[in-house]
């Protein structure tokens, strides 16, 4: 069984950073794929960035340049670097994962099966 576990949310100004962790378990190697997502009020859930199963990166372009994903193999945990944020970048994140993925561009949610119980992130004017 999978497990995802966020941490690392909570309220900050405009311009300030922020770290995600996500701790993942159930996987027998570290090839598995792992993604950040947030869903806005009244929106819907979109990517925000992924560590895709051959190492790589990917983001969504209103991300770009601001935050950086980071997975760590020994740790087994996932991170979210949030800087220059903006209100618009409040959300609730979300934690997804998958055995395996490939793909460019921003993460879909419909390549995910696991997701953890997502974490808070408040960004005031």
């Known amino acids: 069984q999978v497990d995802l576990v966020e941490s690392g949310g909570g309220s900050v100004q405009a311009g300030g950073s922020l770290r995600l962790s996500c701790a993942a378990s159930?996987?027998?190697?570290?090839?598995?794929?792992m993604a950040w997502f947030r869903q806005a009020p009244g929106k819907k859930r979109e990517g925000v960035a992924a560590s895709v199963s051959d190492g790589s990166s990917t983001y969504a372009d209103s991300v770009k340049g601001r935050f950086t994903i980071s997975k760590d193999n020994a740790k087994n945990t996932l991170y979210l670097q949030m800087n220059n944020l903006k209100p618009e970048d409040t959300a609730v994140y979300y934690c997804a994962s998958e055995v395996r993925c490939y793909f460019t561009g921003a993460p879909k949610a419909a390549d995910f099966g696991h997701w953890g119980q997502g974490t808070q992130v408040t960004v005031s004017s």
């Open positions: 159930g996987y027998t190697d570290s090839n598995y794929c």
